[in-house]
């Protein structure tokens, strides 16, 4: 937080460094898991030997102290100026997915309330969460509503943070004291950012990113033993399933009501609480690279999946304008 335009460069001064190879992407929530895969490329063509994603925020600090105002909007420059006088802001897009959703398939609000409950029951497991305390359906739909269907428990917290991620060959990465996790395929795409180019408020563009990670991988989604996937929302979530092939476009309501996403369930997924309920410092999609490899690395305590060997990791941008997918192993 506080970064000019050339945040790279700033923080590379600030280290001390003089890099060959700098990223500065920036494509919303997925724009970690982006830079992940240009990093691989990067590594396998010789361009870098060890490459440092950072990412850090202040955003609940700086809403506190007026320096910065929520997330209503993302601003009216460019093609976008032509959606702000609607009022669209960024929880009543996705207000309008969910909507759309339970429209065209039958999604029920419940179900969609599930995600923020079982997420919760995950952030319980996990001291370090922002919010511990359970919840139930009857909790989220009670609670403040923000931009119908969608109340104040179907929409990620706002929390300061930061995180990292070192990426190197693998001739580097056995010489060092943790256990590497390695990063087995992966998939980027872009969809639109006014609503005239929105051209499936029922579908991610995970169906694409998804669709090149598993292929790279040589992996399907029965080979997940855990998953990731943004959740600014709880549609972000359901879509993102479905789009990643863990269940059939229109199925993720009845996939996810029986507790399937919870510690314990038949896909773990935001085992941290995400960041319905651990944290949001912004664009999160670099915690959920960081929580994926304690995972693999068995050192999740208290909420570690069992003999977790494969991760699915998935960023969200924007209103379902980008995404990003991670396929991760351990030997």
Known sequence: SGMGLLAPVEIAEYLGLRPTWIDGTGVGGSTWIVMAEHAVAAVARGHADVVVLVYGSTAR????????S?????GARGPVQFDVPYGHSLISKYAMAARRH????????????EIAVSTRYNASLNPDAYYTDQITIDDVQSARMMADPLTKLHCCIRSDGGGAVVIT???????????????????????HTTMSEWDDFTESPAVRSGKLAFARAGLTPADVD????????????????EALGFCGKGEGGPFVEDGKLRVGG???TNTDGGGLSCCHPGMRGMFLMVEAVRQLRGKAEGRQV???RIACVNGTGGWFSSAATLLLGVD
């Not at 929520?70 to 993302?74: E, K, T």
């Not at 339970?102 to 309330?113: K, V």
């Not at 580097?172 to 795409?189: C, F, H, M, Q, Y």
């Not at 855990?226 to 399933?241: E, G, H, K, N, R």
């Open 169 to 191: 060959p693998e001739d580097r990465a056995k010489d060092l004291p943790n256990a590497p996790v390695w990063i087995l395929g992966s998939g980027e795409t872009t969809s």
């Open 266 to 268: 038949a896909l773990p």
């Open 70 to 74: 929520a997330n209503l909007s993302f």
């Open 102 to 113: 339970m429209h065209e398939f039958g999604t029920t609000i419940e179900q969609l309330a």
């Open 306 to 308: 069992p003999d977790a």
């Open 61 to 68: 600090a700086d809403l506190k102290a007026r320096r910065r």
């Open 226 to 241: 855990v998953c990731q996937i943004y959740d600014a929302f709880t549609p972000m979530v359901l879509l993102s399933l």
